[in-house]
Structures are given as C-alpha cells and as structure tokens.
C-alpha cells in the first residue's frame, strides 16, 4: 500500500500571511492539527502546526485585556512561526517508509508531493487507522498472540492447521519478539473451535500468550 492511497489529498492550505487567529480558527473548524502553508503560486514554504501557535499565544496569566490579546495574536502571521524545512514525502512511497519518517523524525504528519508539488498530506491519525485494519479492531473474531519460533515455513503451518480446521482468518500480524529466535503473531479468526485450535498449537511449537473473544 503507497502513501498516496491513504493520504488526504488536496489539503487545506494557508498563507505566510495568514494571521494566527485565522489559522487556529481553521484548525478548530476543520478538526485538523497542522496546515501546509503555501505561496501564491501554490509551491509548499512551510509546515505550521496547532502546537507552534499555541506556544506563540499569550499566557493566560498575562495582565493584557482580552481587546489587547486578540489584537496581538491579529498581528502574527504564520509566516513567522511555520516550519520552513517540512519533512516530505512522495506520494508513490510505502506506507511504512511515511510511518518510519514520522517515528524517526518525531513529526505527526507529513505533506505529500508529487513532482514537486503539494498533492496531499498524511498523519499520524492516518496511520492509527490502517493499524486498527491491519490487527481487525472493528471486526468480531477469536483473538490470539502466539510466541512463535523464527523458522521457515512456520506461519504455513499455522494458517494450514487453522483452514484444516474450518476457520476463517480475519487478519494477522507479526512483530519482533522480545526472546531471541521467536516471533510475535496476533491473528484474529472466525469459525473455528476454540478449543480444537488451543489443543493444535502446542504441536506447532506455538505458545498462547493471550486469548480472547474481540
């Protein structure tokens, strides 16, 4: 899965000129956390987010009246509180290299380009969503985390045993284990005896870490 299938494509944008005011009035409005801000011809310059407005507020323990607090907060403009060297990505990119640039970088979304221009832009929230698809959150199933051994053809075995015995996979997933040699699996299936898999796994060399109705 590329970047550009899960992206949001034609993002709100903002101006260096667009006052902070306006830009956290259209952060709340849209339910969004960070803007790309453009120029007049639509070319990328920067990245703002809700945090670096907020951090450019005024203290609620400031002795200014409210009238003087709304002025000031008129008078910045995005331009002086953007990020002019946003981290990007191009729209034909894996998912998991988007997710790699977040987690390294530290930055909760991205802005998408394509040829040099903004086409998108994908976050963190992005990101949640094919992770709750890819371990089935919103499906019904038996949910089971197997310590499994690094060997080949071990996941074979394991979708063999649990088609043999009339089940259906919903999703599954592998992660590093934290014993040397094993493996993580969280597989979600349908159909199948509970008991009848439970008593098939020790044969595999699979251990139930945890299971549950989900």
Known sequence: MLVRERMTPNPITVTEDTSMHDAL???RERRIRRLPVVDRQGNLIGMVS????LYASPSPATSLSVFEINYLISQIKVGQLMNREPITIEEDCPLEEAARIM???RVSG????????????ITETDLFKI????????ERGLRLTLLVPNRRGMLASLTGTISSL???IVTLGTFNGAEPGKGLITIKVRDV???KLLEALPGLGVEVVDVREA
Do not use: N, Y
């Open 166 to 168: 009339g089940g259906d």
């Open 50 to 53: 809700e945090k670096d407005l």
């Open 131 to 138: 992770f709750l698809e890819l371990l089935g959150a919103r």
């Open 110 to 121: 991205l802005p998408v380009m394509r040829a040099g221009k903004l086409v998108g832009i």
């Open 193 to 195: 005896d509970r008991q």
């Open 103 to 105: 987690a390294d970088s």
């Open 25 to 27: 009035r259209l952060m």
